[in-house]
């Protein structure tokens, strides 16, 4: 079998940089003008297709970006096992195992600071689960 990533959201494509979503200019659908506008009415049910997805697929590993609270709240609903906190000297993550696949909590990609060392120590914990 050859591996891959999938790569789930709980956002439409919007820009983490940009306050405001980018189909707020082209569409009139209020609930996609803003991120704020989106995380009501779609939050919990994107929340529970992904977990339902990760129960069907059973993945060895699930990377969920962002500290924000609001995210957090659904990474935990979505590992459904408590994360640990996990410092050192690149930075800061979450871990957690059900037995079956990993789930990590990390900054998002495009966060300022974040070295190649960081990655490499989330892949290695993940790897020592």
């Known amino acids: 079998m050859i591996p891959f990533c999938v790569y789930l959201t709980l956002q439409p494509t919007h820009s983490p940089l940009r306050a405001t979503g980018v189909y707020g200019e082209h569409t009139g659908l209020p609930q996609l003008r803003t991120r704020e506008s989106y995380k009501q009415p779609f939050g919990w049910p994107r929340a529970l297709h992904v977990v339902q997805r ?8 699930v990377i969920f970006y962002s500290f ?11 590992a459904g096992v408590p994360f640990t906190e996990q410092t050192g000297p690149h930075g800061t993550f979450h871990l957690a195992s059900n ?22 120590w989330v892949g290695q914990s993940l790897t020592n689960l």
Do not use: C
Not at 104 to 117: D, Y
């Open 54 to 61: 990760v129960r069907e697929h059973r993945p060895k590993a």
């Open 68 to 78: 924000d609270n609001w995210y957090r709240k659904w990474w935990q609903l979505l």
């Open 99 to 120: 037995g079956a696949t990993s789930f990590a909590i990390v900054k998002h990609p495009a966060s300022k600071g974040l070295t190649n060392h960081y990655w490499q």
